[in-house]
């Protein structure tokens, strides 16, 4: 089992930056792959980004060159720079962990970005 703790949500303003955390309970080197997903009022969840434990990344087209994941395999975290953020990026982001067949989710945290 993998268990997931996000952090670093918020409330900022549009053109503004964050970042999000997540670290997980188990080293996450033999993790097939990591990411982040959101979910608007409304819309269904939705991929941001993903890593490979083998660094290869994954981006929604909206946050393309506005976003970036990584990954600190001694850390044991995942993290979500996001830059030039827009009210439409407003949701609830979930750090995601896809380990042997199965994926682990973490509990969520709030996004809002206002103009």
């Known amino acids: 089992q ?17 970042r999000l955390s997540c670290a997980a309970s188990r080293s996450i080197f033999s993790i097939d792959a990591m990411g982040w997903y959101r979910q608007a009022p409304g819309k269904q969840r939705e991929l941001v980004a993903d890593i490979t434990s083998d660094g290869t990344t994954t981006y929604a087209d909206s946050v393309k060159g506005r976003f970036t994941i990584s990954r600190d395999n001694a850390k044991n975290t995942v993290s979500l ?15 995601n962990a896809h380990y042997w067949g199965l994926r682990y989710w973490g509990q969520g945290t709030q996004v809002t970005v206002y103009s």
Do not use: F, R, W
């Open 2 to 18: 993998v268990q997931l703790v996000e952090s670093g949500g918020g409330l900022v303003q549009a053109g503004g930056s964050l």
């Open 81 to 95: 720079q996001m830059s030039t953020l827009k009210p439409e990026d407003t949701a609830v982001y979930y750090c």
